[in-house]
Structures are given as C-alpha cells and as structure tokens.
C-alpha cells in the first residue's frame, strides 16, 4: 500500500493540469489487475481520481463537523477492524 501512501502524496503536490494527467494514468495503470473485483477497482480509481481533480466540495456545516468526527477517527477504525467485522459475520 505505500504505492497509494506516494500517489496521495504527489497529488498533494500536483498543482499543473499535466501533473494531474500524469497522476491519473499513473493511478489507473497502478490498480489495473490489483484487486481481485474489477469494480472495488474502479470505485478506489474513481475516489482517488475525484481527490485528485476536485480540490474542494462544499457541503453543510453539520456534514463537515460529522465528517471530521470520522475524520479523526478513521486511523482508530483502520487498526481495529480486523477484531471487529468477524462477529459481525457470524
């Protein structure tokens, strides 16, 4: 994963519409036969796309403070995961 880790980066840092480019054929040539669901693949293309190619989206101010709650979260639920959803499954 330090592939995503270096692509988020370097569209952190793109600010040309050819660095851009260069990104998205970098990222669609990256996950091509990565996953195993060709559609988880173009739902994380498309996300990562969308990150790279609209800087902002404005939204209201309930959706922003809920999504920075998860936000904040998310490295907690990232490291914890794999504990929980097996006895959701069962």
């Keep these: 994963m330090l592939w995503l880790v ?3 980066w370097a569209g952190a840092r793109a600010t ?3 660095q851009q480019l260069a990104l998205t054929a970098v990222l669609v040539g990256s996950t091509y036969g990565y996953f195993t669901d060709p559609r988880r693949g173009a739902f994380v293309v498309a996300g ?3 990150l790279l190619w ?3 989206l404005p ?3 309930v959706v922003r403070r809920i999504a920075g709650v998860l936000a904040s979260a998310s490295l907690y639920i990232y490291l914890t995961h794999w504990l929980v959803y ?3 499954e069962e």
């Design 86 to 88: 097996p006895h959701l």
């Design 59 to 61: 939204c209201p101010r």
């Design 48 to 50: 990562v796309a969308l």
């Design 6 to 8: 270096a692509l988020g």
């Design 16 to 18: 040309a519409r050819w």
């Design 54 to 56: 609209v800087p902002a």
